[in-house]
């Protein structure tokens, strides 16, 4: 069991610095209004934080990138801006790594492979971290988050607990979570390309 090995100040901080946690509150009351739109806005962020890595900043504001992102998913039946009896609308948990690599392809980010989803386990999400990766993680009747999408840029360990450095969508800066029942979840990876 992964518990086991938690060393004290074990830490992953690749990104630490270049990281964005534009929040579905800056989105909810554009165009016609957007519902269950964390997909988008956890897109949004990946793509400023991978071309501010990649020193190629976007030029577009924040706006008119989550429009882009929120369209691509739509146009494919990824993501759907409904809520329909709080049951039906939302960003697809299967199919959200295709919308990732399109939207990478749209605003010219290569030289990053997106595979998933996967089980989230402490493991996985450790290890993938550990490697310089990008967690977009999807948690399921979460106490705080209900249904809802994040991205996760790295984790430390303090008191023998897993804290996960996450853009939830909700706080406009990055935060740590502890690591507890939304590891009962999905995960889809980002990372460079080997080679």
């Not at 901080?13 to 989105?27: A, I, S």
Request: charged share 25%; with cysteine.
């Amino acid at each position: 069991m992964f518990k086991e090995s938690l060393e004290a100040g074990r830490t992953s901080t690749f990104w630490k610095g270049n990281e964005y946690c534009f929040t579905t509150g800056q989105f909810a009351k554009l165009d016609r209004a957007y519902r269950k739109h964390c997909g988008p806005t956890a897109i949004t962020n990946l793509v400023y934080t991978l071309a501010g890595k990649e020193g190629k900043p976007l030029s577009e504001k924040p706006e008119a990138v989550f429009r882009r992102i929120a369209g691509i998913g739509g146009k494919r039946l990824i993501y759907m801006n409904t809520d329909f009896l709080k049951l039906f609308g939302g960003t697809s948990d299967i199919l959200v790594p295709l919308m990732i690599r399109r939207s990478l392809r749209t605003f010219g980010i290569t030289g990053y492979s997106v595979r998933g989803p996967f089980p989230a386990t402490a493991r996985r999400i450790c290890t993938e971290l550990d490697h310089g990766a990008i967690v977009y993680l999807e948690v399921h009747r979460h106490p705080v988050y209900g249904n809802h999408h994040m991205l996760c840029y790295g984790y430390t360990v303090r008191d023998g607990r897993l804290m996960l450095r996450m853009a939830d969508g909700w706080v406009g800066r990055v935060h740590d979570l502890p690591a507890g029942e939304e590891l009962f979840a999905l995960c889809t990876v980002i990372s460079r390309k080997k080679g």
